[in-house]
């Protein structure tokens, strides 16, 4: 799949932009009709996104790149190529979550109700952007043996430009972005149900949904990390795997710490 989408002009449009912006749009309209559900107001979000979402995909870059360092330093320019894909997960998480408790503590919001009723939206847009790395090839699991059949339902076919040096003549690679995002959308409408049943009958404390599907998104980042393809196979877990067990001890830290107080 080829970068551009189409030209206006002289000017290129991506797909990985048009994506980011699907995601976006759909997850807003998610978001107001949880927050209408609840009696929330939704207009302080338009102000909330103006921060979030430069702040977001900025950390998510940054976030990547550190990750991926050794590829980027012998060729800086690439960093700012974000229309090529990379996006860190938790970059963005990060970058959310700081701009949303500044913003929410500011001007007095409900900090983890609104975590809450946001969690659908993003979960929604992570289902996407994994899509979208499975159609553009961006993310590569371990190569499946050479004699793979061309009808495997169960492989990603990766075009010779983008297999991995040395490994050119394996056409078949495990597609993990197409496993987390079936996991995303189990976690999604976890999240949604629980929502749904929570507004009619108050069983869980607020924080609750955000926390949980946090610690499921780690978990499954973990996992599936043991399939992500990589050149390295000394190291006992990858970057990646040990931010995902670092972020599952902190968010069951923090649960377990919110439900001391609230008790």
């Not at 938790?90 to 007095?108: D, E, M, N, P, Q």
Request: aromatic share 20%; with cysteine.
């Amino acid at each position: 799949m080829e970068f551009v989408a189409f030209y206006l002009g002289d000017i290129n449009i991506y797909w990985y932009g048009l994506i980011i912006v699907f995601a976006l749009l759909i997850g807003l309209g998610i978001s107001k009709i949880m927050f209408k559900l609840y009696g929330e107001k939704f207009s302080p979000m338009w102000d909330l996104l103006i921060f979030i979402i430069p702040v977001s995909l900025i950390c998510a870059r940054i976030f990547y790149v550190i990750i991926h360092l050794d590829a980027y330093m012998s060729n800086i320019g690439q960093i700012f190529c974000i229309w090529q894909g990379g996006l860190s997960i938790y970059g963005a998480l990060l970058g959310f979550l700081a701009t949303s408790i500044v913003f929410l503590r500011k001007y007095g919001y409900n900090l983890w109700l609104w975590f809450d009723l946001m969690m659908p939206s993003i979960l929604f847009g992570l289902i996407i952007l994994q899509l979208a790395n499975f159609m553009m090839q961006f993310s590569l699991g371990t190569p499946l043996g050479l004699d793979i059949p061309n009808d495997h339902s169960l492989a990603e076919y990766v075009e010779y430009r983008y297999r991995p040096t040395g490994f050119e003549a394996y056409q078949y690679f495990q597609p993990v972005a197409l496993y987390q995002a079936f996991a995303y959308s189990i976690v999604f409408i976890i999240s949604v149900l629980c929502l749904l049943i929570n507004r009619k009958y108050k069983f869980l404390a607020e924080g609750t949904v955000f926390l949980f599907s946090v610690i499921l998104m780690a978990i499954i980042r973990f996992g599936i990390g043991f399939m992500y393809f990589s050149v390295n196979k000394d190291m006992l877990l990858y970057p990646m795997q040990w931010i995902a067990l670092t972020v599952m001890i902190a968010t069951v830290f923090i649960y377990v710490v919110k439900r001391f107080q609230h008790n």
